[in-house]
């Protein structure tokens, strides 16, 4: 299957800094990649789409200027959490769409554990 | 509205066979995913299926009836590795987004 490749695996930072995660498609070009959050024993809850060299389209309930998000190239979407919260303590995974006829399968990154102390 | 059910958690043991259903109610359907999610790592692809029937790869099949709304994934000679949370997803046919369940959390006993 296809690698995205997600760093940093985990983060810890004090409240109040801003982190940025990447994810990056390693052996394909992805015009569209997707960010989700994962609560403990929860299902995966879809944040926002990121579409290369277009502004990402968010979820309802989802912050635009709390969670930036840039997709500049077909290779690489950055997530930053700006002015990171305690409440923002989650499990953010990649995952990037891989057009093949019909399946168009997403393949995620190994994720992102962030603990904001 | 959008709905996705699979049983919270099940429980087989090593060597047996274990199906895991999940039913589903959209307004469009594009095909149904199966995950495999290994506690604090991300999912990884097992199967898709648009077709009604049943589609083998190796020990895991996935099946589909889309006029029952209905998809089960079947996994022969379990083994300890295989516990996982198996995570349904359908792709609604408007948006091509993926609607996730809830997932299931599959408990291997030796």
């Known amino acids: 299957g296809a690698v995205v490749s997600q760093h940093p695996s985990r983060v810890i930072c004090k409240s109040g800094t801003s982190v940025k995660i990447e994810c990056r498609s390693l052996d394909f070009q992805a015009t569209t990649m997707f960010w989700y959050r994962q609560f403990p024993k929860k299902s995966l809850m879809l944040m926002a789409t990121s579409n290369e060299g277009s502004k990402a389209t968010y979820e309802q309930g989802v912050e635009k200027d709390k969670f930036l998000i840039n997709h500049a190239s077909l290779t690489l979407s950055t997530l930053t959490v700006t002015s990171a919260h305690p409440e923002d303590s989650s499990f953010y995974i990649c995952?990037?769409?891989?057009?093949?006829?019909?399946?168009?399968?997403?393949?995620f990154g190994a994720g992102t554990r962030l603990s904001v102390l | 509205g959008q709905n996705i059910d699979q049983p919270t958690e099940m429980t087989a043991t090593e060597g047996a066979i274990v199906q895991i259903n999940c039913t589903y109610q959209t307004s469009g359907f594009n095909g149904l995913f199966w995950y495999q999610q290994h506690a604090g790592e991300a999912p990884t692809f097992l199967s898709y299926n648009v077709l009604d029937g049943l589609e083998e790869k190796g020990r895991f099949s996935s099946f589909l009836s889309r006029s029952k709304g209905y998809s089960y994934l079947l996994l022969k000679e379990l083994q300890m590795k295989d516990s996982a949370s198996y995570l349904c997803a359908v792709r609604d046919g408007g948006n091509y987004q993926l609607i996730w369940g809830a997932g299931t959390k599959l408990i291997i006993k030796p």
């Open positions: 995952s990037a769409r891989v057009n093949m006829g019909a399946k168009n399968i997403q393949y």
